[in-house]
């Protein structure tokens, strides 16, 4: 079993910065594929990034240039760095770990946290 505790959540003005943590617990995340989603209100749950073990990363269109997916294999921890904010980055952001593969879908993750609030204001 895995545990995922997301932290460094808030809320941020258009156009600040911030930085989620997430650090897995219960075993050994090193070899697979730790990913970032995001749910605003009324709407479904959708990619933001994933990186593999290695280092590989995928990024949702929307974030591209603008947020960076890291990690730490050591810690279990996996980071997500946010620039230049907008409001409709606005959710609950989510960080899930995919035993095999690389997905970008909310199907493909096997094990979740509970969730970061970010909210960032106009």
């Known amino acids: 079993q895995v545990q995922l505790v997301e932290s460094g959540g808030g809320l941020v003005q258009a156009g600040g910065s911030l930085r989620l943590s997430c650090v897995g617990s219960g075993r050994t995340l090193i070899t697979n594929v730790m990913g970032w989603f995001r749910q605003a209100p009324g709407k479904e749950r959708e990619f933001v990034s994933a990186i593999t073990w290695s280092g590989g990363t995928l990024y949702a269109d929307s974030v591209k240039g603008r947020f960076t997916i890291s990690r730490d294999n050591a810690k279990n921890t996996v980071y997500l760095r946010m620039n230049s904010l907008k409001p409709e980055d606005t959710a609950v952001y989510y960080c899930?770990?995919?035993?095999?593969?690389?997905?970008?879908?909310?199907?493909?993750?096997?094990?979740w946290g509970q969730g970061t609030q970010v909210t960032v204001s106009s």
């Open positions: 899930a770990v995919e035993l095999l593969g690389l997905g970008t879908n909310v199907d493909d993750y096997d094990y």
